[in-house]
Structure formats: structure tokens, C-alpha cells
């Protein structure tokens, strides 16, 4: 059964997932302008991707689930808002933003969100992300700039292992010499050395600065090159209080400002509890814009391509008025379609 599944590989991973947890803390005080951005433009996203299904699925359909609600920190009820999400959290886990059902299950597509029986017949839950990028003008970039980096490695390694630079590392330091004399454009990426102080001369000086360049280009191919499906270490457990309590197969779908991708849960818990993709695949970072909660970033390329190109939305300036008279500004999205990719919906999705 998919739920035993799923608790049996959270018990697998490598740090400990408390499935008892229950939220507790204060609510937040004071919302600010890039929350309120960052919220438009995820609701701009579910926008897409529940569209993109609607309107391309002849056998199944889509509805909104996850909260819709506008209030923000600082607006009256905020606070009473916030302990009901809680107890929300702590009673049925982390609801998902959209899920799918089968129009043979609901010909009229009537489905009560209420009832606990309708929301286990889903066949599939999303839970959605957005990121102000465009993916494959990324990927460009860091292509180029990753390739930029070997030629730059070897251009300078051959320098370092020419004379007078090849006989003065060689008498300071055989180690490095050593290193760079086996180097080859294919294990650059796995090279590291520590980077010298020497001053003693003009020619060490100048070794020096041709150690420190390598250095720099070899940090370069060394960083995470890749864009990523960033669910929450905090979120396994609530995301798997929703699958006990309902059984239904849940996803992760991340969407850029060109097209989607999307992986499953099942999944991302199986690459996490393999530390030999780590660094490779997937890393797990303290994310300074998520009040350094521990996030896992997975390459989207472990992912599948769900939403092959999405138009472009337009955007305008809002504000939001504070009790205070505070305010803030922001933006909102509108329009943007989304084209799914049907085989990838059908085989990752419904009959994964």
C-alpha cells in the first residue's frame, strides 16, 4: 500500500523525521513586500498547472484543495487564522495545493473538499512551487559557464606545469605538482588543494596568483549548477500525516517562468535516503529565504518536463495597506498558459 511505502522510506533517510510532530509557535507579526510577491506569484502558478490539466485531460480533471486565503500577517484575524492552520496541520498534515480525480468517479465534477471520502478517491495530489527563473536560460548559462571553467583549468594547468612555474611547484610543494601533473578536463570537478601563501619572490608570487585563478575556476564547477524542487525537511512529516490520513499519491511540481517539471514524493524520499547522490542529484541547504529551515534542492533534471513552455504573464505593480498606514508593495500576475505534456502526465502521474 502507498502509505506504508512512504513511512517505511522516511524511516530510511539519514536524519531522523519526527511523524508526531505538532506545530506549535507564534504567529508571524508583519508581512512585507516579498511575501506578498512571493505569494501572488504561487498562486499565479497553481493557476497554470491547474489549467494546463484541465484543459488538455479528457478522462481526469483537477481542482484547487490547499489554502486559498489572503490574510497576511498584521491584517484583524490574523492570529486566529493562524492557530486554526495549526491545529489543521497537526490534525490532517499539509494539504496539497491541487488534486486529481477521474471524471468517471465525478461525471459533474462535483467534488466535496469536505469530505473525506471524496478526497480519497483522488488518483493524484500537487503540491506546487514556483521560482522567478527561466529554466532553460539557466541551464544555458550555467553550461557555459561550467565548460568556461575546464577550459579555464586547463589553460592554467598547463601554464603552472611549464617551466619556470613546473620546477619551483615542484620543489614547494610535490603534492600539488603531483595533482596537477594527472589532471585531465574529466576530474576537474573532483580536484581541491589548499592554496599557498608564498611571497618569497617575484616568480612565487606569481605562481601564486596562477594557483589562486585555478582555485577559483575549480569553486566554480564545484557549485550546485543545476535549479531545484525544494520541498521542506520540515514538511516530510506533515506531508506524510496527509498521505496516512488519505493514501493518495503525492507530487512535487516546480514551476519556472518557461515551463514545469515535476517528481514524485515517492522519489525524493528514495534519493535522499541514498547519500551517493547527494552533491550529484539533490543537496540539503539551511535556505536564508526560508528563515534557514533546512530545504532539500533537487535537480529538476531528476524530475520530468510536465509543462514543455509557458507563456509569459503579464505583471503589475499592487499595494496593500497596513493598519498603521504602512505600505507595502508588490507584484501580481496574471495569464501565463501553461502546455502539458500528456505522456508525461499520463505515465508520471497517473500510472506511476
Request: hydrophobic share 40%; charged share 30%.
Amino acid at each position: 500500500m502507498y502509505k506504508i511505502e512512504i513511512e517505511q522510506l522516511i524511516n530510511r533517510l539519514p536524519f531522523e523525521v519526527d511523524t508526531s510532530v505538532m506545530v506549535t509557535g507564534s504567529p508571524p507579526t508583519m508581512a512585507s513586500s516579498e511575501f506578498l510577491t512571493n505569494r501572488e506569484q504561487g498562486d499565479w502558478a497553481e493557476r497554470v498547472v491547474l489549467r494546463a490539466i484541465n484543459e488538455s485531460s479528457s478522462d481526469y480533471f483537477a481542482v484547487d484543495y490547499g489554502r486559498k486565503d489572503v490574510i497576511s500577517a498584521g491584517d484583524p484575524g490574523f492570529a486566529e487564522f493562524y492557530k486554526k492552520y495549526q491545529e489543521e496541520l497537526n490534525l490532517v498534515g499539509k494539504k496539497p495545493d491541487i488534486l486529481i480525480f477521474r471524471k468517471k468517479d465525478f461525471p459533474d465534477m462535483d467534488v466535496m473538499l469536505s469530505n473525506d471520502n471524496h478526497i480519497a478517491q483522488a488518483v493524484a495530489a500537487l503540491e506546487v512551487r514556483s521560482s522567478s527563473f527561466l529554466e532553460g536560460k539557466y541551464r544555458a548559462y550555467m553550461e557555459k559557464r561550467q565548460a568556461d571553467a575546464v577550459d579555464a583549468c586547463e589553460d592554467l594547468r598547463k601554464t603552472i606545469l611549464c617551466e619556470p612555474f613546473s620546477s619551483l611547484l615542484r620543489n614547494k610543494s610535490k603534492a600539488i605538482f603531483e595533482l596537477l601533473s594527472n589532471a585531465n578536463v574529466d576530474i576537474f570537478r573532483d580536484l581541491d588543494f589548499r592554496l599557498p601563501s608564498w611571497s618569497s619572490t617575484t616568480q612565487l608570487v606569481q605562481l601564486r596568483e596562477l594557483l589562486s585563478q585555478l582555485k577559483t575556476n575549480i569553486k566554480i564547477l564545484h557549485s550546485r549548477d543545476y535549479l531545484s524542487i525544494t520541498p521542506k525537511v520540515e514538511d516530510f512529516a506533515l506531508v506524510n500525516r496527509w498521505i496516512q490520513n488519505y493514501n493518495v499519491r503525492h507530487y512535487y511540481l516546480q514551476v519556472f517562468f518557461d515551463k514545469a517539471f515535476v517528481i514524485s514524493f515517492r522519489n525524493i524520499l528514495k534519493l535522499v535516503a541514498n547519500d551517493e547522490h547527494e552533491e550529484k542529484h539533490f543537496s540539503i541547504e539551511r535556505d536564508v529565504k526560508n528563515q534557514g529551515k533546512s530545504t532539500v534542492k533537487v535537480d529538476v533534471r531528476v524530475g520530468n518536463e510536465i509543462l514543455g513552455r509557458i507563456e509569459m504573464p503579464e505583471h503589475k505593480s499592487s499595494v496593500k495597506e497596513l493598519e498603521r498606514g504602512r505600505l507595502l508593495f508588490y507584484v501580481q500576475f496574471d495569464g501565463g498558459r501553461g502546455y502539458l505534456d500528456k505522456d508525461v502526465f499520463v505515465r508520471d502521474i497517473i500510472n506511476a
